[in-house]
């Protein structure tokens, strides 16, 4: 009886250094549009229009995402 292990190849994008944006080492960059920056002033929490993950390794921005499910994971 032998037992296979499937491996899951990610369909996420990376960087160079193979960062995805489930790893540690990619930090979101919120992007807001005046809306949402005056709500945030006012104590509102507003979702960002973008998020943008870039590497800590290399400083490269490797996903840019705007769905609203992905806006909505990363309220601030």
């Not at 960062?19 to 006012?42: N, S």
């Not at 104590?43 to 996903?63: E, I, K, L």
């Amino acid at each position: 009886m032998t037992m296979q292990t499937e491996s899951t190849v990610s369909d996420l994008p990376t960087c160079a250094c193979g960062t995805d944006r489930t790893c540690r080492e990619a930090t979101p960059e919120r992007e807001y549009g005046l809306g949402g920056a005056l709500y945030a002033l006012w104590g509102g929490t507003s979702v960002p229009s973008s998020v943008s993950f870039r590497c800590v390794h290399c400083g490269v921005v490797f996903d840019k995402r705007s769905d609203l499910a992905t806006r909505r994971a990363f309220i601030m």
